[in-house]
């Protein structure tokens, strides 16, 4: 459950990563005077199963690397960017860092963060698709490791599926956009809505399953340069959504400013049939329902590009002015071991990047929708918005109120699509002279 926003990167193919990402050498800084080296760990592990697990393989290591100790620290992602940057500034980085892909650019452009290409196990690069690995790369270099990563589903009420009739949708047979907006209507009624839209930070939801239909928004020109242009395909989620609301009645308008947790209340209580929602929520819902209340996960409508989704996973990374790089490559790679990797998946109820590691049974089940998530796996891809430079005050000072007041109905497609265009590209503009 993140969301930050991105600055800009190049991508590497992935013969390049075979080529540049290999070995793993021994230390390059002085031990401690007892001759062991002290690495800091700060993970920003929340859940209760996540930080669990996260601790227990910290002591594992611990215990059979005696010259190698590691330090845990708890982070928090509510502040993560700026509190990494103030230690970047002032000396006190912590070695192995925990952060999301779509907040490395400003660390990795600004030399905080070490590059990894020469340092990584060719084990670890081969196991994590080229796809994952584009989301942490930057101006050619490497500079995190993806590892988790957490696609959109539907939570949907069981009961009021079955009573409705509908068709349930499965990752081999997803419903359209169009089928999926006549079925919520078809579960509306009788004081329930066929669906709540979470949509208190519109952006990145709106960005991510618009890759579905096609939907990139930014474009990159011959030039290197990015511009925004609004075209069918970035049309048709938001469209959907806005139907729904405002034509359709399926949707509810309450739950437009509400963040996902805001929505679980009225998925337990009948208000609303479906919530499209982060994979991760299946945590809270298990937790959270009453009993007697059945629930299944769904996977997100599919569009001309299929179930494709926009991801930008959980990272790990090394500090630049680390002293012992290699052993904090070293105790990165002990942690995403393929079993260790499926443990951290499942402490925070994701889905690891790890070839390996997605394989794993466990993840395969049909409790808790686990098998849904990892058939959505294939369809993962980096974030359309993961390497656009001056996307944050885009994102803050024209796509988030121009897709609140589409969504609410106060202006329409038009408006919407020269207000990210026009107000959007003169942003990008001063980014990229």
């Known amino acids: 459950m993140r969301r930050h926003t991105p600055r800009t990167a190049l991508t590497a193919t992935a013969a390049a990563l075979a080529l540049l990402l ?237 963040s996902g947790s805001d929505t679980l209340p009225g998925l337990f209580g009948g208000k609303y049939a479906m919530v499209p929602l982060g994979f991760s929520y299946r945590q809270q819902v298990a937790e959270q329902a009453p009993e007697g209340f059945e629930w299944c996960v769904l996977p997100a409508p599919a569009g001309s590009d299929g179930l494709a989704q926009g991801v930008s996973p959980q990272t790990l990374s090394v500090a630049r002015d680390s002293p012992h790089k290699e052993e904090a490559v070293r105790f990165v790679d002990y942690l995403l071991r393929p079993a260790n990797m499926v443990r951290l998946a499942k402490g925070d109820w994701m889905l690891p990047t790890g070839t390996e590691a997605l394989a794993d049974p466990a993840l395969h089940t049909a409790e808790d929708g686990w098998a849904t998530g990892a058939a959505l796996a294939g369809s993962l891809r980096p974030a359309p918005a993961q390497f656009v430079r001056g996307y944050p005050e885009w994102k803050d000072k024209v796509a988030t109120p121009a897709l609140q007041e589409y969504y609410s109905g106060a202006i329409g497609t038009e408006e919407l699509g020269r207000r990210l265009v026009e107000d959007g590209n003169r942003v990008l503009a001063r980014y990229q002279r």
Not at 93 to 98: G, K, L, S
Not at 186 to 203: D, H, N
Not at 227 to 244: H, K, L, S, Y
């Open 22 to 258: 290999t070995g793993c050498a021994g230390g390059d800084g002085p031990a401690e005077a007892d001759g062991t080296v002290h690495l800091r760990f700060q993970s920003l592990a929340w859940q209760k199963e996540s930080v669990a697990a996260n601790k227990q393989l910290v002591s594992e290591w611990n215990a059979t690397h005696p010259d190698i100790q590691v330090d845990y620290v708890q982070g928090s992602w509510d502040n993560v960017h700026d509190q990494l940057l103030t230690s970047f500034e002032g000396g006190e980085a912590p070695d192995v860092i925990h952060d999301a892909s779509d907040d490395l650019a400003d660390f990795a452009y600004g030399g905080y963060l070490a590059d990894l290409r020469t340092l990584l196990p060719g084990r670890l690069t081969e196991d994590i698709p080229e796809r994952s690995w584009r989301t942490t790369t930057f101006d050619g270099g490497v500079y995190g490791v993806p590892f988790l990563q957490e696609p959109r589903v539907l939570i949907a009420d069981t009961k009021a599926l079955r009573a409705a009739g509908v068709r349930i949708p499965t990752p081999r047979r997803p419903w359209s956009w169009p089928e999926f907006r006549r079925v919520t209507e078809e579960l509306s009624g009788e004081g329930r809505y066929g669906v709540a839209w979470p949509l208190k930070e519109p952006v990145s939801v709106t960005l991510n399953l618009g890759l579905s239909a096609g939907g990139q928004l930014f474009h990159r020109g011959a030039d290197g340069k990015t511009t925004v242009r609004f075209e069918e395909g970035d049309q048709v989620m938001p469209g959907t959504v806005r139907d729904q609301v405002n034509a359709d009645r399926s949707a509810t308008r309450s739950a437009l400013g509400m």
